[in-house]
């Protein structure tokens, strides 16, 4: 009890001397902050570190989340490109910029990879789901949104964000429950995709599902290679991810990396896809990691949409 008066006495005896030196319209401290050691600086509480050149430029350049400091890996050359860029813009917004050695960057970053870049920001949460139709475009057939049942890995989950992204992928529908959050490590994992896409959750995903349906949509699971067994008993027809024609919305839906698609969920879908091997499998390959399977089916299916990037250069390559 002595030391923790002596500590509070000795608080308020600073706070009154800086408020008492300090010019009116300077913040006390001011000029101190700027020499104080890295690890005076401790991120305040409800902080992550992002980590990485293209997550933290684009998380700047998207403006969605509060950045605390930036921090740049101090070094003989310059800053150049991307990293100038980065710079710039702090600076512009007003971010603190700190330059730490590589030695105390690494054990900031808890020795992970981190390219010389690290921002400490506000969590990116995702978005509810009934704004995911308010900013949707309800005249277009070909719309293609992403719907992710309990996908839990965090690599997984931004390789994914990163192939949607890139082949043009209208939403990405996550569930609130048994599903990996929006953390640093997803970013990462999809090049800073995450920080430019928008990502909704919905409580319940089965309903969502059903609703969805009844508004014209098409839902469609997807299932690993099928043996006889399931091919039999399944109620829902399978097809071959290369033999699916996209004419209407689409729902495409992905499971846990373990247990695929919940019952739930799986009841909800009105067809399945499969992408068919070009072997025989022994047990326990009969499938795909779900970021491989997803980047292989989405393509197949974006493929279709009219003026897709892809066509136009392929006319060009069958010319030439």
Known sequence: ??????????????????????????????EELSRLLLDDLAPAQKLERLLGLSP????????????????????????????AELLRVAEA???????????????????????????????????????????SSGDDPQQLWLVLDGLQDPRNLGAVLRSAHFLGVDRVIT??????????????????????????????????????????????????????????????PITSCLEFVWDQPTLLVLGNEGSGLSQEVFASCQQLLTILPRRHLPPGLESLNVSVATGILLHSICTQKKGFPGQETEQLLQDS
């Open 1 to 30: 009890m002595r030391l923790l008066r002596t500590v509070g006495s000795f608080d308020r005896l600073l706070a009154r001397s800086l408020s008492s030196v300090a010019p009116r319209g300077v913040r006390p401290g001011g």
């Open 56 to 83: 933290c430029l684009l998380a700047l350049r998207a403006a969605r989340r509060r950045v605390a400091r930036l921090l740049l890996q101090a070094g003989k050359a310059g800053l150049q490109g991307e990293r």
């Open 93 to 135: 917004r007003g971010i603190p910029v700190l330059r730490p050695r590589r030695q105390k960057l690494d054990a900031l970053c808890g020795y992970q990879v981190h390219q010389g870049v690290c921002m400490e920001v506000s969590p990116l949460r995702p978005r509810p789901c009934d704004e995911a139709a308010d900013t």
């Open 175 to 236: 569930s609130r429950r048994n599903s990996c959050p929006l953390t640093p490590v997803v970013s990462k994992a999809s090049a800073g995709a995450m920080e430019v896409m928008d990502v909704f959750a919905t409580p319940d995903l089965p309903g969502f599902l059903q609703a969805k349906a009844q508004q014209g949509w098409l839902v469609v699971g997807t299932v690993g290679c099928p043996g006889p067994e399931i091919s039999q008993s399944s109620k829902v």
